[in-house]
């Protein structure tokens, strides 16, 4: 698995890069893992936090530069530590010991190789809880096919209806057409979501959407896109959360935090369509530290 890191095509970038022998593309992944933290997140959305929390591991380094990115010291700059692929496997066993609903895997594109072999040692040496796959939904569906049966949970965000935006905002190209390539992919892997009695996410997809301020008919194109293309038991996660962060400060349009009104607008949108499923957070409860507050 891990000579596909040769002449990496592991994301939509191609770079063709030989990460065995140190040499860095766009995303600056090496052939070694390297992690910012793993923790006991209890603030994701109800069926994936629980009572008991997810076993988060956030990933150094990112294929996408969003400029609003509230990771920006381990997406964009790098922060963390390099780490074995056997290390990883035993993370991912320290964090099931702490009882925690699931393995929460944020922003693992640039490592899918590595995060693969060291599923398999820890499902040797006794993983049993579910795998969540946290992405930015800028993923190649033939990389995401080297997944199928590793990963339980899908946790996609689509961010943008165009190009024009995700080249603003992201660096990115095409972010709708692949992004969008890549969920029905994820879908036709784990499908809609199986809740256990107490209402935790076991298996399926949930899509996620940050609301971007000044952004409103964004938004409503890709609410729109999922209701028509996806199945309705899928679950949609609509996030209230965003505020100027890194590079986003100075950017006009998006140098603010989002209104009551402009969310309201959204909301509205979403009855419209009639989602069946999923979540919205209530911004009128958002902490000083934009703690997500879920509404269902």
């Not at 399926?204 to 293309?229: A, C, D, T, Y």
Request: net charge positive.
């Amino acid at each position: 698995m891990i000579e596909l890191l040769n002449k990496c095509t592991i994301c939509p970038h191609k770079c063709g890069i030989n990460r065995n022998k140190n040499q860095v593309g766009r995303c600056k992944s090496k052939n070694t893992v390297k992690i910012g933290l793993y923790s006991t997140h209890n603030f994701e959305e109800p069926c994936i936090s629980g009572k008991n929390g997810s076993g988060t591991i956030f990933f150094s380094n990112c294929n996408m530069n969003c400029i609003y990115c509230q990771n920006y010291e381990i997406s964009q700059e790098g922060k963390g530590k390099e780490i074995t692929i056997e290390e990883l496997a035993n993370i991912f066993l320290i964090q099931q010991e702490k009882n925690v609903e699931n393995i929460n895997l944020v922003t693992p594109t640039t490592y899918v190789p590595q995060i693969i072999e060291a599923i398999k040692i820890a499902k040797k040496r006794g993983l049993k809880i579910p795998i969540v796959y946290n992405t930015n939904g800028y993923e190649n569906v033939e990389t995401l096919k080297l997944l199928e049966g590793y990963i339980d949970i899908y946790l996609p965000d689509l961010k943008y209806a165009n190009s024009k935006l995700s080249k603003q905002y992201s660096k990115v190209d095409n972010y709708f057409e692949i992004a969008t390539n890549a969920i029905k992919e994820m879908h036709r892997q784990v499908g809609p979501p199986k809740l256990d009695e107490n209402g935790i996410i076991k298996k399926g997809l949930m899509i996620r959407h940050l609301v971007l301020p000044n952004n409103l008919v964004n938004s409503k194109i890709i609410l729109k896109w999922i209701k028509e293309n996806i199945d309705e038991n899928v679950y949609i996660s609509i996030m209230a959360q965003y505020f100027p962060t890194y590079k986003a400060k100075s950017v006009e349009k998006l140098n603010r935090k989002l209104t009551k009104t402009e969310y309201k607008e959204i909301e509205e949108y979403v009855y419209k369509l009639n989602i069946k499923n999923g979540y919205m957070q209530d911004l009128g409860k958002h902490e000083e530290e934009y703690v997500p507050k879920w509404e269902e």
